[in-house]
T-cell receptor
Framework: EDQVTQSPEALRLQEGESSSLNCSYT??????LFWYRQDPGKGPEFLFT???AGEEKEKERLKATLTKKESFLHITAPKPEDSATYLC??????????FGGGTRLMVKP | NAGVTQTPKFRVLKTGQSMTLLCAQD?????MYWYRQDPGMGLRLIHY???????AKGEVPDGYNVSRLKKQNFLLGLESAAPSQTSVYFC?????????????FGPGTRLTVL
């Protein structure tokens, strides 16, 4: 059975303090690992898809990386507007996604 | 383009009442999904559809029914609501199994069952 575990559950950073979020997974035949951002009271918003170990993708202050067992979302010099819940999901057959529990990020000015 | 829209945004039901949540997408997507999101449990798939006229069960289908009569709409029904169905419900759509194929989510419906 596919499993996705995200850590930490919550993370408080000062503005400019870089850090990483972790997503560890077990899946039979990875067909893609997805990162989403979710603001309070809103639906998840797509950030990245990674398909193979060693792949990296960047968007502004965010960089996602992938190994055979986990993915990291690196946040460089975060700003208060980066505060949100970040969700990780793995794709299985038929484009179904299994989501992790999310990491709630709070960036203080 | 509106993307994925959901109706209603909020709803309060009494135990045993029924209701239907409506999801609409204007991206001509083949696949549509219904999820529920509960604190500490992440998003869980209830039902999904791979095309007009088709539906299939996800991880937590009990107590829910769905219909996809038109490609752009996906309805989620609760025949006899229970307090355990108190949750935030999200609809999503995607183009299919090829390409990047990310799922686009609606804004959610917050449902409380008393």
């Amino acid at each position: 059975e596919d499993q996705v575990t995200q850590s930490p559950e919550a993370l408080r950073l000062q503005e400019g303090e870089s850090s990483s979020l972790n997503c560890s997974y077990t899946v039979s035949g990875l067909r893609g690992l997805f990162w989403y951002r979710q603001d309070p009271g809103k639906g998840p918003e797509f950030l990245f898809t990674l398909y193979s170990a060693g792949e990296e993708k960047e968007k502004e202050r965010l960089k996602a990386t992938l190994t055979k067992k986990e993915s990291f979302l690196h946040i460089t010099a975060p700003k208060p507007e980066d505060s949100a819940t970040y969700l990780c999901a793995v794709r299985r057959a038929g484009n179904m996604l299994t989501f992790g529990g999310g990491t709630r990020l709070m960036v203080k000015p | 383009n509106a993307g994925v829209t959901q109706t209603p945004k909020f709803r309060v039901l009494k135990t045993g009442q029924s209701m239907t949540l409506l999801c609409a997408q204007d991206m001509n997507h083949e696949y549509m999904y219904w999820y529920r999101q509960d604190p500490g449990m992440g998003l869980r798939l209830i039902h999904y559809s791979v095309g007009e006229g088709t539906t299939a069960k996800g991880e937590v289908p009990d107590g829910y029914n769905v219909s996809r009569l038109k490609k752009q709409n996906f309805l989620l029904g609760l025949e006899s609501a229970a307090p355990s169905q108190t949750s935030v419900y999200f609809c999503a759509s995607s183009s299919g199994t090829g390409g990047v194929n990310e799922q686009f989510f609606g804004p959610g419906t917050r449902l409380t069952v008393l």
